[in-house]
């Protein structure tokens, strides 16, 4: 069974561009989080999305969107982007919910804001 | 707001020690999950604590869920080189929150 893939792998953006980030999960899951990762802030839940559906937040500005798609795909989009939004991204796939259940993180996006 | 702490920030034993990081939280939690994550790599689930007093034994890794359900811990006995990584403890109170985590060094 193929596991999370996110891409792309790593990414270099100027200040003010947006960046879109996709996330396949594990076939059958249905649940999609994401989440920022930084060696100051540690791991900092973003959203979660079930069945194209928003189910939970977590405290960043609008700036940091996301969906997910009929197929259970998810993209992450972050507009204007900042020097402080430089991190690693990482979503994660369960089959219900990954706040509950084990969760399987896929290898993550590196995102460098110059 | 919810935080869920971690400590120590980092540990470094020799190989053989025992370690034991701990969890706490500022609310009750529904649950709390456990997750390695090796240098580079990404988090991998390593078990799910839901009542209250709940341990867990995974060979040498043994976890606890406090009985108030706003602290855990994990503890390892006799540290290998394999266990390098950083353990993050992950709870659902209002939000779901990861904890600030503990970076494990073993010397060999």
């Known amino acids: 069974k193929a596991g999370v893939t996110q891409t792309p792998r790593y990414l270099i953006k100027t200040r003010g561009q947006q960046v879109t980030l996709s996330c396949s999960p594990i076939s059958g899951h249905r649940s999609v989080s994401w989440y920022q990762q930084t060696p100051g802030q540690g791991l900092q839940f973003l959203f979660e999305y079930f069945s194209e559906t928003q189910r939970n937040k977590g405290n960043f500005p609008g700036r940091f969107s996301g969906r997910q798609f009929s197929n259970s795909r998810s993209e992450m989009n972050v507009s204007t982007l900042e020097l402080g939004d430089s991190a690693l991204y990482l979503c994660?796939?369960?089959?219900?919910?990954?706040?509950?259940?084990?969760?399987?993180f896929g290898q993550g996006t590196r995102l460098t804001v110059v | 707001g919810q935080q869920v702490m971690q400590i120590p920030q980092y540990q470094h034993v020799q190989e053989g020690e025992d370690f034991t990081t701990y969890c706490n939280s500022s609310?009750?939690?529904?649950?709390i999950q456990w997750y390695k994550q090796r240098p580079g790599g990404h988090p991998v689930f390593l078990i799910q604590l839901v009542k209250s007093g709940e341990v867990k034994k995974q060979k040498r890794l043994t976890f606890q869920f406090g009985e108030a359900k706003k602290n855990s811990s994990l503890h390892i006995t006799a540290t290998q080189t394999t266990d390098v990584g950083t353990y993050f403890c992950a709870g659902t109170g209002n939000q779901f929150y990861f904890g600030t985590g503990t970076s494990l060094t073993v010397i060999p």
């Open positions: 609310t009750t939690l529904s649950n």
């Open positions: 994660a796939s369960s089959p219900l919910s990954t706040r509950n259940t084990e969760a399987f």
